[in-house]
């Protein structure tokens, strides 16, 4: 037991990580070097470009480089504004603050939890060249609809499926939509490499530009070129032991899959009976990789998700809270500052106070989905 008397942590999220994973790093380690020092690298892309439908893959340090990388070589620039919904991760509008855009936050829909088509059309102007999508908490949110408005409007589209490795919308993978996609391999992730990203498209010449970014702007290795750069770069680049690290996570993809899968129906199972709680959605012609177990309680529950949070990490449980409108942080006031964004992201501003993501990492047990459940109900019924 540790000293606060549990037997264990339930922790929110981590890593499967198996003999498997330790081979191929140790074997990268011992000879990826030399004339084998892409091995790794090549072998990861080609797995990952099968698995998203990709022409061309490019490993990225982690995926908010990727994000940057894809702003940058599609000509996004100071005073350009880029659609993104409230309530992600900051990594994407941070990503737009990097390259002197403007971030313009969108509603969300209540059954996807991503991007509202109907918000995004509201929000484009002139200045508008993007739009970033993100695929929240491995949901899909209404891909076509979206592609068709960005289309309509000549607007750049990049997919951040960052939750969503494994998910399907319409028989088409995540990871595969827009002009560019990047993913996650972050520790918390569905398959981690550590950290890390991916940076994919169809499109050769955005390939192209992205490859020489990451390395610093330097020019292919010629005898005349070699260390020769003509514009500023990054150094975005993967190890070949990030890529063994990647593909043995890959290659165990439908395990992992599996799991999520299972541990969301514990979930489901042990929640069913307690009213006004509502899990992760899922539209027709979609599948969700069901990579974090995410809880919205019905407006009747009197209950601040910080308070429900504090208390059950007091007893070795890792909630987490549902993530916060954006537009709400200290870095994107002046983005908002004389906007009433909190009156037009109505859905966002509502499901974001009432939400908690619950522990779903592959530790966990059904045993363990049992405790929480089981608290989880009596603490609602304080507050009911």
């Known amino acids: 037991m540790n000293k606060k008397g549990f037997e264990r942590r339930i922790p929110s999220a981590g890593p499967s990580i198996t003999e498997k994973e330790v081979k191929m790093i140790a074997h990268a380690a011992k000879h990826g070097w030399y004339e084998r020092r892409n091995e790794g690298l090549d072998a990861f892309i080609k797995k990952y470009a099968a698995l998203t439908d990709r022409k061309y893959v490019l490993p990225t340090s982690h995926c908010t480089a ?7 070589v599609l000509a996004i620039g100071p005073g350009d504004e880029v659609i993104i919904a409230e309530t992600s991760w900051i990594a994407p509008a941070a990503a737009i603050v990097y390259i002197g855009a403007i971030p313009i936050f969108a509603d969300i829909d209540i059954d996807t939890w991503g991007l509202s088509p109907a918000s995004l059309e509201k929000k484009i102007t002139k200045r508008t060249k993007a739009v970033i999508v993100v695929d929240t908490y491995g949901s899909m949110p209404r891909m076509r609809e979206i592609l068709s408005i960005a289309k309509k409007h000549k607007l750049r589209v990049i997919e951040d499926s960052a939750e969503a490795l494994g998910s399907y919308y319409r028989g088409k993978p995540a990871g595969s939509f827009g002009d560019i996609s990047v993913m996650s391999f972050n520790a918390t992730k569905l398959a981690t490499a550590g950290q890390g990203g991916v940076f994919a498209t169809n499109d050769k010449r955005l390939f192209e530009a992205a490859k020489r970014l990451t390395r610093h ?10 260390f020769w750069s003509d514009h500023i770069g990054y150094n975005y680049e993967w190890t070949n032991m990030q890529a063994a690290f990647a593909l043995a996570q890959l290659e165990r993809l439908p395990e992992l899959l599996r799991f999520k899968q299972r541990a969301f129906s514990w979930y489901e199972k042990h929640l069913k009976d307690i009213p006004g709680v509502v899990l992760n959605p899922e539209l027709p012609n979609t599948k969700s990789n069901r990579w974090l177990a995410v809880a919205i309680f019905d407006r009747r529950y009197r209950i601040k998700k910080e308070k429900l949070v504090k208390i059950f990490q007091e007893r070795g449980i890792d909630l987490r809270p549902f993530f916060y409108p954006l537009s709400m942080m200290p870095p994107f006031q002046k983005y908002v500052r004389g906007k009433r964004v909190k009156d037009e992201n109505l859905v966002a501003y509502d499901i ?25 109900r009596k603490e609602l019924t304080r507050y009911d």
């Not at 702007?217 to 070699?226: A, E, K, V």
């Not at 619950?358 to 059904?366: D, Q, V």
Request: proline share 7%; glycine share 4%.
């Open 66 to 72: 990727a994000l940057h990388l894809a702003l940058k």
């Open 217 to 226: 702007g330097m020019l292919p290795y010629t005898p005349n070129s070699t």
């Open 352 to 376: 974001s106070v009432r939400g908690i993501c619950l522990p779903s990492s592959y530790r966990l047990t059904e045993s363990d989905v049992r405790i929480v459940c089981d608290m989880l």
